[in-house]
């Protein structure tokens, strides 16, 4: 691993159908006070049909609500369509799984042997809301943003303790590209902006990379991500 970022960007996703190369690394939480909740080890590799594949294993850590390690793989299509997520604690407690066809998303939860399934009407712009920056990443791969613009979209998002999914309506902004301090020093980054419609209210802003890795999630109420490591493309 290195400490040099990438060169200077303007429009850091500007072809999500070109290859996207195999990247790792790690995410650290913090919950308001500043206390780590967790550390999310990450990588995103191309499958054999030119498709993605998302894996995470995550340590969640008191003061988050339920500790617990948990595990997240979410497949995308060559042309990051959304395939399948699934999401296992391993404390055998929960799970979630979720299935998506042109006009049809499945989702099923469970809480020990207690399990419940919700259909939703499903349309190729719509997303996927999780507790972790790669949720994120993935929405700026499939919106084409460009600086200064803002898009709304339909998301489904996954409590991040329960695994119960609810719609929601979230606005992304593409502030900008600036110098921003990360833990790898100033970088050239994409500056973006989160929020919610529903409550008018700002989720906060994140800063990410060409390849939309998010190096640092800022929430309005304090708490967020930081990518503490990372191998940075050649």
Same mark, same amino acid.
């Given at each position: 691993m290195t400490n040099q970022g990438p060169n200077p960007i303007h429009n850091p996703i500007q072809n999500p159908q070109s290859k996207i190369q195999n990247r790792k690394g790690v995410y650290q939480a913090f919950d308001a006070?500043?206390?780590v909740t967790a550390d999310e =080890?990450?990588?995103f590799i191309e499958t054999l049909d030119s498709g993605i594949r998302i894996d995470t294993d995550t340590a969640r850590i008191a003061p988050f609500v339920e @500790?617990? /390690?948990e595990s997240l793989t979410f497949e995308l299509s060559p042309t990051f369509a959304l395939r399948s997520l699934a999401l296992h604690a391993y404390n055998n407690r929960r799970e979630s799984r979720a299935g998506f $066809?042109?006009?049809r998303a499945n989702f099923c939860w469970r809480l020990d042997d207690v399990s419940r399934n919700r259909e939703f009407d499903? =349309? $190729?712009d719509c997303e996927i809301g999780y507790? $972790? @920056?790669l949720f994120n990443m993935v929405t700026l791969w499939r919106s084409h943003l460009q600086p200064g613009q803002s898009r709304t979209f339909d998301v489904v998002l996954i409590d991040h %303790? /329960? #695994?119960e999914p609810r719609w929601m309506r979230q606005v992304y902004t593409y502030v900008g590209d600036e110098q921003h301090d990360t833990r790898f020093g100033p970088m050239p980054v994409a500056h973006y902006a989160v929020s919610t419609v529903r409550t008018r209210s700002s989720d906060g802003d994140f800063w990410c990379d060409r390849a939309g %890795? %998010? #190096?640092d999630f800022m929430a309005s109420d304090g708490a967020g991500f930081r990518l503490v490591a990372v191998n940075f493309p050649s």
């Open positions: 006070d500043g206390s =080890r990450w990588q @500790p617990r /390690t $066809s042109d006009d499903w =349309r $190729s507790n $972790s @920056p %303790v /329960t #695994f %890795v %998010v #190096f």
